[in-house]
């Protein structure tokens, strides 16, 4: 007896923030991969028609930064028929400024579009969600999510929050068919991590610190995305799923 069928996404949509680049368009295609159709949400919109690739799927031009973005994404969604049965929280912001040195501004854009992004646009959507009993959330959780980095006291807060988030909505929702979990990843080369993979000894080091003795590709990414979106995951809700090649076994 094949088990092929519980990973299998044909007539489901997924929306995807950040879709367009690094880990957002590496799920995209892995949900796409999975027959899903995809909506690919981000500022850039020729970036999104790049990543599309021809794929069945939608793009959305968006400033999540903007308050307005998650009704105007909604709206999107709803004028071209395609809601979606499963959202992926991976826009994201890492200043990487020294406590001392954050501003305000800097501050809120990374709560912003790391922490508020992924409740609110989740919480749009979620009615569609309830009206079909089946939905799965996947926001994006960090190494940061459960240790302190150097520069990295705006985007560790809004991590550590996306882990909490991800339990709180798991409790408000899959009653009601909806499971939200999150993936932290460990180093994948993104552009957020340009400033690791492109100093060697820093990516070495990072890479010592897993049990695997390796940074992650960006293809160990799509098992983990399938399985979390797809029935395979059913009684699997507000869970951290760490991919980080065991860095925090150690």
Same mark, same amino acid.
């Given at each position: 007896?094949?088990?092929?069928?519980?990973?299998?996404?044909?007539?489901?949509?997924?929306?995807?923030?950040?879709?367009?680049?690094?880990?957002?368009?590496?799920?995209?295609?892995?949900?796409?991969?999975?027959?899903?159709?995809? /909506?690919?949400?981000?500022?850039?919109? %020729?970036?999104?028609?790049?990543?599309?690739?021809?794929?069945?799927?939608?793009?959305?031009?968006?400033?999540?930064?903007?308050?307005?973005?998650?009704? %105007? /994404?909604?709206?999107?969604?709803?004028?071209?028929?395609?809601? @979606?049965?499963? *959202?992926? +929280?991976?826009?994201?912001?890492?200043?990487?400024?020294?406590?001392?040195?954050? =501003? @305000?501004?800097?501050?809120?854009?990374?709560?912003?579009?790391?922490?508020?992004?992924?409740?609110?646009?989740?919480? /749009?959507?979620?009615?569609?969600?309830?009206?079909? +009993?089946?939905?799965? *959330?996947?926001?994006?959780?960090?190494?940061?999510?459960?240790?302190?980095?150097?520069?990295?006291?705006?985007?560790?807060?809004?991590?550590?929050?996306?882990?909490?988030?991800?339990?709180?909505?798991?409790?408000?929702?899959?009653?009601?068919?909806?499971?939200? +979990?999150?993936?932290?990843?460990?180093?994948?080369?993104?552009?957020?991590?340009?400033?690791?993979?492109?100093?060697?000894?820093?990516? =070495?080091?990072?890479?010592?610190?897993?049990? *695997?003795?390796?940074?992650?590709?960006?293809?160990?990414?799509?098992? @983990?995305?399938?399985?979390?979106? =797809?029935? %395979? =995951?059913?009684?699997?809700?507000?869970?951290?799923?760490?991919?980080?090649?065991?860095?925090?076994?150690?």
């Amino acid at each position: 007896m094949t088990t092929d069928h519980i990973f299998d996404l044909s007539g489901k949509r997924a929306l995807i923030t950040g879709g367009g680049s690094g880990i957002g368009k590496a799920m995209a295609h892995a949900l796409s991969d999975a027959g899903a159709s995809i /909506i690919l949400v981000g500022r850039r919109k %020729a970036l999104l028609q790049e990543a599309l690739e021809g794929r069945d799927g939608m793009v959305i031009a968006a400033d999540l930064l903007a308050a307005a973005a998650p009704q %105007a /994404i909604y709206d999107a969604c709803a004028d071209a028929g395609a809601l @979606p049965d499963i *959202i992926i +929280n991976a826009a994201g912001l890492n200043p990487r400024k020294h406590a001392d040195d954050i =501003s @305000p501004e800097q501050w809120q854009q990374t709560i912003q579009l790391n922490l508020n992004v992924p409740f609110f646009l989740s919480q /749009i959507f979620v009615p569609h969600m309830k009206q079909n +009993n089946w939905g799965r *959330i996947i926001n994006i959780a960090s190494l940061q999510s459960t240790r302190a980095f150097t520069n990295g006291i705006a985007y560790g807060a809004s991590k550590g929050g996306v882990s909490q988030l991800t339990r709180a909505m798991a409790e408000a929702w899959s009653k009601e068919g909806i499971n939200a +979990n999150a993936i932290a990843p460990g180093f994948f080369p993104t552009e957020l991590t340009a400033a690791v993979f492109e100093n060697d000894a820093v990516a =070495s080091h990072h890479a010592a610190m897993t049990c *695997i003795g390796r940074n992650g590709g960006l293809e160990d990414l799509t098992g @983990p995305t399938i399985f979390l979106a =797809s029935e %395979a =995951s059913n009684y699997v809700t507000g869970q951290i799923l760490s991919v980080d090649g065991g860095y925090t076994a150690k």
